[in-house]
């Protein structure tokens, strides 16, 4: 029989395991041997970046202007991003168009599913300044500091915008008659439009960045005269000497070098071509070549010593090169090029094998015996790799086997001469010369500043990797492909192939983006926490650590390991 209770006053009430009074006097933190922080970490794209451009700060922004109600919310975000991106690189828009994309390859969405398309973001960001005619920050002239920069490449160009950005004037001196070095003369209009390039030189001029084309220091000027007149001397000459196969009939008419087909095609020089042209390499530059060639109305052929596996050139480029139909002929090399009369009938190869991997870790391409063939060609671009050329370097300047010899800051043997890009490191991508271009002007400035170049100390970056995700949160999704002109168009021109992602497009893959050890205001700490210690303060978060009693919660169901657990010292 059940037993009816009667509860009239708080007396007849059992025992219960609660407080009807304050727990105030009762604080709890003391009970915690670990303490939850708020530590936000390195995103693997940021890291990964040779600008080490803020990836996850402008795809936030990015997400953000989704949320905005109003076009001018929208405006505000996207002018926030492109101003915090150029923190970092003068070019987003060029480099949106023709990075090899490494921060792409790091991304831990790639883990999941597929990687973010950063680079078309980046794109985006950058014609949206453009559009909109957004100027790059840069402060008051200081002390009056005469610096030369030798060369008008990105190297040479983004040392240029970083000394303006802190208050200098510099002047480049540039050897041919415009700026931009292979960014002007070495990447055909499909990939990257001329007018795009001049606006975002243009952008940097306009910081009062003194520009003296038609220059070569070694032919008009020498560079010991170029060091007596200025505080300090920037070298960024690039690598424009190009590699000679040698092999018997090189010196044949109709043999054209890839970097002089390429800068004769960008500055309309006339151009000679038969119909069937056989492109020697597999980099960036023989895949500008054989894709001009055939927009040129002729037929290419790429002859590479190893596989597609193997080759150096950006994978979208070889992609669309198979896509617009080009020729390949891995595993072949030429030994002959046959010529009649001086003019080319022919290239014998020979067939190649893989061998074991040499210093670069590419198995080592070994010639097949017997296995020689022949290719009726009319013309040979050889494209098979630039270097440095010395002959302008006054004595004492150290250099190596690939170029001057630097520290990792661009700093030389000379006090007062720094150099990157490269003229360093040898043939190396737009990025990567930007960014060795701002460490260098960083380290320039401290010289000037300090009488002593003495750059920042490296600090220990925590990278976020992809197991220190919760991955319970994420869904998947695919990547937001940029569309492409159709082949008959593509191959009729030299019209641009990627077409630009619309504003709703790029949100779309902006919010795909796991924005990884950066706190991105989910509230799951604050929802989960059992003691409700972790206190909302505009957005953000703070804790009440009188409460809390490092249970650890918060850091498991933190999606992004933006919390940290660490030991108590008591």
């Not at 303490?35 to 970046?49: D, L």
């Not at 890839?258 to 042209?277: E, P, W, Y």
């Not at 671009?381 to 300047?397: V, W």
Request: proline residues 5%.
């Amino acid at each position: 029989m059940t037993k009816i209770l009667n509860l009239r006053t708080a007396r007849d009430l059992p025992r219960w395991a609660i407080s009807l009074g304050t727990t105030l006097y009762n604080k709890t933190g003391t009970w915690r041997n670990f303490r939850p922080v708020y530590e936000n970490k390195i995103p693997p794209c940021n890291h990964a970046c040779p600008a080490n451009e803020k990836i996850q700060g402008y795809l936030d922004l990015i997400i953000q202007s989704a949320a905005g109600r109003t076009s001018a919310s929208l405006q505000k975000k996207y002018t926030q991003a492109w101003f915090l991106l150029t923190e970092d690189n003068p070019f987003p828009a060029v480099c949106g168009r023709v990075c090899f994309h490494p921060c792409e390859t790091a991304c831990n969405r790639g883990f999941y599913d597929e990687s973010l398309a950063i680079h078309n973001i980046e794109r985006f960001i950058g014609d949206y300044g453009l559009s909109k005619k957004l100027k790059l920050k840069t402060k008051k002239l200081k002390k009056r500091k005469k610096i030369a920069i030798i060369g008008g490449g990105p190297a040479g160009l983004s040392a240029a915008y970083f000394l303006a950005q802190n208050g200098y004037r510099p002047t480049i001196f540039e050897a041919d008659k415009q700026l931009g070095g292979l960014l002007a003369s070495g990447i055909p209009a499909y990939r990257l439009p001329k007018n795009i390039l001049q606006q975002e030189i243009n952008a940097i001029i306009r910081l009062g960045v003194e520009v003296k084309t038609n220059v070569r220091i070694g032919r008009d000027k020498l560079l010991e005269n170029i060091l007596n007149n200025h505080d300090a001397v920037f070298i960024a000459t690039g690598a424009h000497q190009e590699r000679t196969l040698n092999i018997t009939g090189e010196d044949a008419i109709g043999v054209i070098p890839a970097l002089k087909f390429l800068s004769d095609l960008n500055t309309g020089r006339k151009i000679k071509l038969g119909q069937k042209v056989a492109v020697i390499g597999g980099g960036n530059a023989a895949m500008d070549a054989a894709r001009s060639i055939l927009r040129l109305g002729k037929e290419p052929i790429v002859i590479y010593r190893r596989t597609k596996n193997e080759m150096p050139a950006i994978l979208d480029e070889i992609n669309d090169a198979e896509e617009e139909k080009i020729k390949f002929i891995f595993l072949a090399a030429p030994v002959k090029i046959i010529t009649m009369n001086n003019k080319i009938v022919a290239l014998e190869c020979v067939k190649m094998k893989l061998g074991k991997p040499d210093a670069s870790g590419r198995r080592t391409p070994l010639p097949v015996k017997d296995s020689n063939f022949k290719i009726k060609v009319d013309n040979v671009i050889p494209a098979i790799g630039e270097q440095p050329d010395f002959s302008f370097l006054t004595a004492g300047i150290k250099t190596t086997d690939r170029g001057i010899q630097t520290d990792e800051f661009g700093i030389t043997n000379i006090p007062g001469i720094f150099a990157a890009g490269d003229c360093v490191t040898g043939p190396r991508t737009v990025v990567e010369a930007i960014g060795a271009g701002k460490k260098a002007a960083d380290a320039l400035i401290k010289y000037l500043q300090k009488g002593k170049a003495v750059p920042e100390a490296e600090q220990d970056e925590k990278v976020v990797q992809f197991e220190q995700l919760n991955q319970n949160y994420f869904e998947p999704t695919p990547r937001l492909w940029p569309e492409k002109l159709n082949i008959q168009k593509r191959n009729k021109g030299f019209k641009e192939v990627y077409q630009p992602y619309s504003g709703k497009e790029v949100e779309t893959e902006s919010k795909r983006c796991f924005s990884c050890g950066v706190c991105n205001r989910c509230d799951n700490c604050f929802v989960f926490c059992p003691d409700m210690a972790v206190l909302k303060k505009n957005s953000y978060y703070e804790y009440n650590y009188d409460y809390c009693k490092g249970c650890g919660i918060c850091v498991l169901e933190c999606p992004r390991y933006a919390i940290s657990l660490i030991e108590e010292k008591r």
